[in-house]
C-alpha cells in the first residue's frame, strides 16, 4: 500500500510564477558553473543533490491523495485541483473503473478539482462519494451551476453515488477496511484510516490541534497509533498556529512532530501548505521540525533508541510514499 500526493498545497491552488522559475534556474546554473555534464545524466545527478526548493514546488494543486491498494478499484482523499492532473496521466483511453473519493470536508479547495475529472464525463466509469457531511452532493452539483461552471453536473456520464455515513461509522473497499475521525475545522472535517494487509496510511488534513493535544487522553494518539504513514495538515508555523490563526482549522510542523511521536508514527508526511509560503520557507520551517523531533524524543522519551516518527518529509506534488 502507498499514498501517491497529487495535490499538496492548501487554501487554494499556488502555482509557481515564471520570475520564480527564473530565480530557480538562475541560482542552480550559478552552482554549476564549475560542473562539467558530459550527457544529460550528469545533468540529472547533479540536480539530484539540489535541494527540492532548488529545483522543484512543494504547492501546486489543491488537496487530493490517492491511496493505493492491492483492489483494482481506485481511491482518493479529496477531490481538490490535483485530482485533475490525475486524469490527465490517466489519459483518455483508460478501461471503465470505478473510484472512491473520501471527502475530508466541503471548503472548496477540496472539491474544487472534481468538474474538472475526465472520467466522470466517461459513460461506463462509476464514482462513489464517500464521507459524513449530508451536504456532499449538493455541494458537488451547485460549484457547477452558472454563473461559477459552463458545464452542469448532468454533463457527467459516469455512475456517480453518495454514500454518507453517521459519526461513528465505518467503510470498507474489498479488503481496505476505512475508519474516521472528525476533527476540529469550521464546519467539521473527517480525518480516514487505510488499513490493509496490517498497513495503514492516515490522511488527517484540515484538522487544528490545540493545547489539548498536549493532554494526556487525547483521542487522536490512539487513532494515529502505529500508522506507517500519517499525512498531516501542517499548514502554519507554530506560532501562527497558537496566536493569529487560532480556530482556523489547521495545525503546524512542531505540533506534528509530538503527535507523531506520542503515537509512534514510522513515517509523517506535511501537507496542506500555505500557499502564501515560498518553498525555501517551507523548508526551513521543516528543518526545524526536524530538530525538533530530536529534542522532543530525547526529552518526553529518554528510553528510545530512535526517535518517531522515523521519517519526516515535506509532500509535494507527484510524491509517492510506501508503507
Request: proline share 6%.
Amino acid at each position: 500500500m502507498k499514498a501517491v500526493i497529487w495535490g499538496s498545497c492548501g487554501s487554494l491552488p499556488s502555482p509557481i510564477s515564471s520570475s520564480t522559475i527564473r530565480r530557480k534556474l538562475i541560482n542552480a546554473l550559478w552552482g554549476a558553473r564549475d560542473q562539467s555534464f558530459e550527457n544529460e545524466s550528469d545533468v540529472e545527478a547533479y540536480l539530484d543533490k539540489l535541494p527540492h526548493s532548488a529545483k522543484g514546488t512543494y504547492k501546486a494543486n489543491t488537496s487530493c491523495v490517492q491511496i493505493v491498494t492491492k483492489s483494482k478499484e481506485v481511491v482518493f482523499c479529496d477531490a481538490g485541483t490535483g485530482i485533475r492532473d490525475y486524469a490527465i496521466e490517466l489519459g483518455p483511453d483508460a478501461p471503465p473503473a470505478t473510484y472512491h473519493i473520501f471527502i475530508s470536508h466541503l471548503h472548496w479547495d477540496h472539491i474544487q478539482g472534481f468538474p474538472f475529472f475526465t472520467p466522470a464525463y466517461k459513460p461506463g466509469n462509476r464514482i462513489v462519494f464517500h464521507g459524513f457531511h449530508q451536504e456532499i452532493e449538493s455541494a458537488i452539483r451547485k460549484q457547477m451551476e452558472a454563473p461559477c461552471f459552463p458545464v452542469p453536473f448532468s454533463a457527467m456520464q459516469a455512475d456517480i453515488e453518495f454514500d454518507i455515513r453517521e459519526e461513528g461509522e465505518s467503510f470498507e473497499i474489498d479488503d481496505v477496511q476505512v475508519e474516521a475521525i472528525k476533527q476540529q475545522h469550521p464546519g467539521d472535517s473527517w480525518g480516514y484510516c487505510f488499513e490493509e494487509a496490517g498497513k495503514r496510511i492516515i490522511y488527517s488534513s484540515d484538522s487544528e490541534h490545540g493545547p489539548e493535544a498536549r493532554e494526556a487522553g487525547y483521542r487522536f494518539i490512539e487513532f494515529f497509533r502505529s500508522a506507517d504513514v500519517l499525512i498531516f495538515d501542517g499548514q502554519y508555523t507554530f506560532e501562527e498556529a497558537s496566536n493569529g490563526k487560532r480556530h482556523w482549522g489547521h495545525s503546524d510542523h512542531m505540533t506534528a512532530v509530538e503527535l507523531a511521536a506520542r503515537a509512534e508514527v514510522k513515517k509523517l508526511v506535511i501537507f496542506h501548505h500555505e500557499p502564501s509560503y515560498s518553498d525555501a520557507m517551507i523548508e526551513d520551517i521543516h528543518q526545524d521540525a526536524l530538530n525538533y523531533r530530536e529534542e522532543f524524543n530525547r526529552l518526553r522519551f529518554p528510553e528510545r533508541k530512535d526517535p518517531y516518527p522515523g521519517q519526516l518529509t515535506i509532500a509535494y506534488d507527484g510524491m509517492s510514499i510506501e508503507a
